[in-house]
């Protein structure tokens, strides 16, 4: 079985500052790893992805995310916040050979002045 | 126009009343899932279907129900509804393609509200 856990249900930074979500997985097979955002009264979004090959991912609007199997973690970073990031953010896991996604509880990012 | 469409975007019902959530995608895949949101909880999978004649059970499956009319059409149905079905319902569609690493692509989401 897949499971995700994201560390934090609320994350709050000054614009300008440094994003950190954490996510961590539980996988007995080799993982597909995702990053979506869901902006308010919207469905989600693909951010990154990490399949195979490199284990750092960059993704739309700035971020990123490096996959270390070693400490089986997958958080997203940003080096500079925006006003226009605050969102929701789902980290996600595939699970066996059916494309289902497993999803962590989500972590709302708050953006201040 | 959006690729993947839910009808109705907000519901308010009545315990019991039977209730369906439609979904219709023009990007041409096969899978479509239906799952739903709650705070704190992320998104769980409702049910799931690879094809037509493909439909599965997803973690939550109690109290739902799911027909695959078309390859673009993924219906979920809330026999009698309850309280505790009030969630946020999201449709998504992946291609059949590429295997377990397929994106999937979200609808704008049913906000459902039983009485």
């Known amino acids: 079985a897949q499971s995700v856990t994201q560390l934090g249900s609320h994350v709050s930074v000054s614009e300008g500052a440094l994003v950190l979500l954490r996510c961590n997985y539980s996988s007995s097979v080799p993982p597909y790893l995702f990053w979506y955002v869901q902006y308010p009264n919207q469905g989600l979004q693909l951010l990154l992805k990490?399949?195979?090959?490199?284990?750092l991912v960059k993704g739309i609007n700035g971020f990123e995310a490096e996959f270390k199997k070693s400490e089986t973690s997958f958080h997203l970073t940003k080096p500079s916040a925006h006003m226009s990031d605050a969102a929701e953010y789902f980290c996600a896991v595939t699970s066996g050979t059916a494309s289902k996604l497993t999803f962590g509880t989500g972590t709302r990012l708050q953006v201040t002045l | 126009d959006a690729d993947v469409t839910q009808t109705p975007r907000n519901r308010i019902t009545k315990t019991g009343k039977r209730i369906m959530l439609e979904c219709s995608q023009t990007?041409?895949?096969?899978?479509m899932y239906w799952y739903r949101q709650d705070p704190g909880l992320g998104l769980r999978l409702i049910y799931y279907s690879f094809d037509v004649k493909d439909i599965n059970k997803g973690e939550i499956s109690d109290g739902y129900s799911v027909s695959r009319q078309a390859q673009a059409k993924f219906s979920l149905s809330l026999e009698s509804a309850i309280p505790n079905q009030t969630a946020l319902y999201f449709c998504?569609?992946?291609?059949?393609?590429?295997?377990?690493?397929?994106?999937?692509?979200f609808g704008p989401g049913t906000r459902l509200t039983v009485l």
């Open positions: 990490y399949t195979t090959g490199a284990t």
């Open positions: 990007k041409g895949h096969d899978r």
């Open positions: 998504a569609t992946s291609d059949v393609g590429g295997g377990r690493n397929n994106e999937q692509f």
